[in-house]
């Protein structure tokens, strides 16, 4: 277990900068999610933490211990790869045996060792298999296994459940949290899906073009983003964003499509517009006005179920959005008119330049 | 695969697909052929034709290769001289093939377009400066002229072909037992050996190939039977009147078959890939 740090760490590969400043304490025994898209630079940070790659500039700390010039077996990490990387000229049990016999551990505890973990994760009939004789859900594990057979300073996952299908995915996410929880190892995570991030992570870096731009617990981030960017990638489906004109500073009032809110905000915007977001979940398309929130008459355009409710998409102040449909009795037609409604106090400002939510 | 073969093509496309195959193989085995006619004739048959076939057929060529000439000391010289620059081109080839294809180097691209460029002489055009090193170094008609010659001509060939071997090793891979703890020299013995051990059966069968029938640096090199190799050998069987070709054929063919078994053992090696279920895939 160890607290990783980083110091104004910088990469470049040639000329383009990958990792712009990162400067961050991941805590000892903390679950922690690098999530961005893809290209954002996040399984590049993954490297430098395991000495894959060294930093252009800046340093790594694992508590005290200044890592930058460690090779990876010095680190003491553990890594579980995307394609899972196993040795396909190896077994099973060779797989899972290798990290130990590289600390050359004694072969009756390796036999031990390996023994355990593969009744943990259920791969005690398949010891003897190769990889290439394996489903990916068991390769998954094997590489899984790989990693946890020793007790390293830290974990280091890049996407390793992108590779299996939806419902393996889900019950791998549980899987792993719960082994989390077991083991208390600190573990980085790196995904490009913000479910699989709010779901798994302790807490959280949301990362663009190599720059965090944000960190926090998932549901802190959810309910205050700290910029356009972030609360576009975090939230399925992603929020929907209007351009609105500022009609008076002092107190601030806003026109939304024609309708007038007064927003609690930190800042005060400076010009004379903002831009608002609302997240789908917080909008209803209803066919009865409650006159309550902000209640304007729509066409709907497209429904797409999702079994417990559906979405509806309709067109309000020139844009598209979405919204959970709440329509009493009978489901509505393509093109009928319905009643798009948006709690005042779920709309979340930014400024148009800087994207910062105010 | 039989079935779809034959649903896929008309009667006379088959037929005419095994022509082109048997014309191949004609070409190809045709010297080989001949050969092996001429070492079955008897001496004064050899040179007159018709006929085509011998009409005495005799093994006395392959009595007298082993009787009249020191053919199991060229026999020895070759393999020992095409194995050891075997183990050499490999050793020295696959640990540049290694750094160049998984390590962080400059230049690769560079050091590769040099490598290659050295194979690019003609050999006549070195043959007479490397006799002048190979004389003072004081290895004249020795194995090791011959060796340390072909390493140095092979390993252009070896680093080519073992690179790409080691480049088709998934680089995740190649991380991975990094963090498992190897240093980038067990990673290489440990894990990218095994894995690329087609690519050096491959390059193994080249070079050793090469070495076998390699004839100009030999013809040089060499003076006497104490190191003289199977083309040199072979080439120089005195002859008392004329040259004996049955002799030549005889010996020919016999040189020609450990290659022949060599390939056929590693065919298979050669074709099946060894990293299937490495990755997702």
Redesign the interface.
Known sequence: MAEIRFEKVKKRFKDVMVIRELTLTINSGEFFVFVGPSGCGKSTILNMIAGLESATEGNIYFDSTMVNDLSPKERDVAMVFQSYALYPHMTVFENMAFPLRMQKTSREIIGKEVERVASILGLKELLHRRPKELSGGQRQRVALGRAIIRQPKVFLMDEPLSNLDARLRVEMRSELKMLHQELKITTIYVTHDQAEAMSLADRMAVLSKGEIQQCGAPTDIYLKPANIFVAGFIGSPPMSFFRCAVKKHQPLEIDINGFIILPSVEAIPEGDGVVAGIRPEDITVADQRLERDIEDTVSIEFIEPVGAFSWADVIWGGAKVRGILDFKGKGPEIGENAIIRVPKDKVILFDPDSGRRL | MNSRFKTQYSKSKVVGLYLLLVMTILYCAGPLLWQFITSLKPDTEVIRMPPLLPQDATLDHYVSIFEGHPFLRIILNSAVVASLTTLLSLIIGSLAAFGLAKLDIKYKALILGFVLSVSMFPPIATVSPLYIIIRSLGLRDTWWALILTYTTFSLPLSIWILTNFFREV?D??Y?????????PF?TFYK?ML??AAPGIVTTAILVFIFSWNEFLFALTFTSTPASRTIPVGIALFPGLHEIPWGDIAAASLVVTIPLIILVFVFQRRIIEG???????G
């Open positions: 998934p995740e891979i991380r991975a037992a990094r963090v498992d703890g190897c240093s067990q894990i095994p894995l060894l990293t299937a279920g490495a990755v997702k």
